[in-house]
């Protein structure tokens, strides 16, 4: 078919045809980065935490004055592995989806003249190691001499685990065990790759979903720290003994005050970390719905409006032997370059508003590939919308067309 009569009679109504190819231009915008955003919290909420999260809960104390770590772990410990079915437990600084203990920046050198990120940094006994279920995938495990008291923040120097992903970011293609870093005097040594393992707060750290699991794991000594322990056990019992542990380090310590918000299973504590991802992508459904429904409404209307007034015309086309698959297609190829110059817009639009989300929210890049399916979305919802106001157009007799003309 010949597009010039439709580009001309486009040209004729220059304010309608722009007023449509920018809702279409908005649409593909919002369509594409809604969709990048989507597939993002989704793919965020589906990270591998490293760990058995089913099997294992947290008692943490919010404060003791006046205690000795090594007193309090004592009672804490004995109270919380004196319940029957509890597997394993141990004290720690933080776990995942909990409370945030230590992010630090690191230095591939000792003069911090390259900087490698801000991964968290777990302070872990070697019960809490076991509790917990790590083990690396590459290297080595930990020696008792290894776990080592804290000085200030962490032990000055000492062998670490860090997770793969880490590993990747800093020493991209090369091996990483055996390679050393450093966080202003404390300097560490990679000692083994544990395959995941993700920050306490994954997605909403200094660098975002892309540091999710950016993790350093350093041994210390029970006595080293105290407030945060872990517990494993069945699945099936361990709603009822997290409950028993929190009355049990009650007792025990009861001049600690209870953190009843932190100490819960952690699969209680990953459910209610990702409530605002999965508040957001509900948020997000909903906009890319109401957007694509307004344009819908947008391309209906005005191809009704289009009809009704090229009428006459059609009437003139259909007495000149025009068939009602050729009316049809005539609308259809309209709405087709219509969309398509929309949808060129919003690429670069959607581009635009990509590099925004990058620099306020450390998003990454838009895969291309959201580009194309955005594009043929919009096509098949501008050909869905005008089939209708199409059809009532085919339908119309050349008589009927004479008489309203």
Do not use: K
Not at 40 to 63: C, W, Y
Not at 187 to 204: C, E, K, Q
Not at 311 to 335: K, V, W
């Amino acid at each position: 078919m010949d597009i010039r009569p439709i580009v001309a009679a486009l040209g004729r109504h220059r304010i309608a045809t722009s007023l449509i190819v920018l809702e279409i231009a908005l649409a593909c915008a919002v369509l594409c980065n809604a969709c990048f955003l989507i597939a993002e919290r989704l793919a965020l909420m589906r990270i591998d935490s490293g760990i058995d999260a089913p099997s294992l809960a947290v008692v943490a104390l919010r404060g003791c004055d006046g205690c000795v770590d090594a007193d309090v772990n004592a009672r804490a410990l004995a109270a919380i592995r004196g319940l029957p079915g509890v597997q394993a437990a141990g004290v720690l600084n933080a776990t995942p989806f909990g409370i945030r203990a230590g992010d630090a920046g690191v230095t591939l050198d000792a003069e911090g003249r390259h900087f490698g990120g801000v991964p968290h940094f777990y302070a872990f006994s070697r019960d809490a190691i076991e509790t917990l279920g790590l083990q690396p995938s590459q290297g080595q495990g930990f020696e008792a001499a290894d776990f080592q008291p804290i000085d200030n923040f962490l032990p000055l120097d000492a062998q670490v685990w860090i997770t793969e992903a880490f590993a990747a970011h800093l020493w991209p293609g090369e091996p990483a065990v055996g390679r050393e870093f450093w966080m202003g005097e404390y300097h560490f040594r990679v000692a083994g790759l544990v395959p995941h393992f993700a920050r306490p707060n994954p997605g909403r750290s200094e660098n975002g979903v892309a540091g999710a699991q950016w993790s350093v794991v350093v041994p210390v000594r029970d006595e080293a720290q105290s407030g945060v322990y872990a517990l494993r056990a069945d699945p099936l019992d361990l709603p009822r003994l997290a409950i028993a542990a929190r009355d049990a380090v009650a007792a025990a310590v009861p001049e600690a005050v209870i953190d009843m918000d932190q100490s819960r299973p952690l699969s209680d504590l990953r459910a209610r970390y990702f409530e605002r991802d999965r508040a957001m992508a509900w948020l997000l459904l909903g906009v890319i719905a109401a957007m694509l429904l307004v344009t819908a409404l947008g391309i209906v209307g005005l191809a009704s409006f289009w009809v009704q007034q090229r009428t006459r015309q059609i009437g003139i086309r259909r007495a000149l032997g025009a068939t009602r698959g050729d009316i049809l297609r005539y609308f259809q190829l309209e709405n087709f370059l219509l969309a398509g110059l929309g949808i060129a817009l919003g690429m670069a639009l959607a581009y635009g508003g990509n590099l925004l989300l990058m620099r306020h929210f450390e998003l990454p890049r838009l895969p291309l590939s959201y580009l194309p399916l955005g594009a043929a979305l919009l096509w098949l919802l501008g050909q869905a919308a005008v089939l209708g106001p199409a059809l009532r157009a085919a339908a119309i007799s050349p008589a009927i067309a004479t008489r309203s003309a």
